[in-house]
């Protein structure tokens, strides 16, 4: 029932603002998976910068001094923004993302169209965190008072260390495949082979588990 001087507007203005309040874990989970997220896309970007800048050419250097950038300025955001445990510059990052994507995109459509129709895993990898940190921010950016709830307000630790968990799971789970098909991925030295003497001069038939 309303009040005599309560509009229907005003009583649904306030249970917007009150179901908004009453999932502080759901925002501070919201907000790891976004740095999660950006450090992830941070990471595949450096990737692909290695890849860019050991190839020749102009384009290739553009492109890994752009990935190069990128990448720093995603780690220093995710570093900074989960140091002061918010959304730090909003309305600056937004549009990089959106710019970030749309560069993926592009490169991702230009594999495709060409004759050998290639598909960039790492481009696809860098894709999909970026616009996992992109959905993430934007909801935050929509809830910027979702901070009541729980004990005075605070998240609930365990709730928020399983989705802090499930966020890491599912942003490795993109991530890792991106990274493994980068140059630096595909030059890696495989765990096993990690402390094993060299096999200059071995016969390849008796030693079969070393190659590169």
Do not use: C
């Not at 203005?13 to 941070?42: C, I, N, W």
């Amino acid at each position: 029932m309303l009040h005599p001087h309560t509009t229907r507007q005003d009583q649904e203005r306030e249970e917007t603002s009150m179901a908004g309040q009453d999932h502080p874990t759901l925002k501070a989970a919201t907000l790891l998976f976004v740095y999660f997220a950006a450090m992830a896309a941070g990471m595949v970007d450096l990737s692909l910068s290695a890849g860019y800048l050991a190839s020749s050419g102009a384009g290739p250097l553009i492109g890994g001094v752009a990935a190069l950038m990128a990448g720093l300025a995603f780690l220093a955001w995710s570093l900074w923004g989960l140091h002061r445990n918010s959304l730090v510059v909003p309305q600056l990052v937004l549009p990089a993302l959106v710019a970030a994507a749309a560069i993926h995109v592009a490169v991702l459509a230009a594999g495709l169209l060409a004759p050998s129709r290639s598909l960039d895993i790492s481009h696809l990898a860098a894709l999909g965190v970026t616009l996992m940190a992109l959905a993430g921010a934007g909801w935050l950016r929509r809830h910027p008072k979702t901070n009541g709830g729980g004990t005075h307000g605070q998240p609930r630790t365990g709730r928020l260390l399983a989705a802090a968990f499930g966020a890491a799971v599912v942003v490795a789970s993109v991530a890792t495949p991106g990274l493994a098909a980068s140059m630096a991925g595909q030059h890696a030295v495989p765990h096993g082979e990690h402390g094993q003497a060299p096999t200059e001069g071995v016969n390849p038939a008796l030693n079969p588990g070393h190659h590169h």
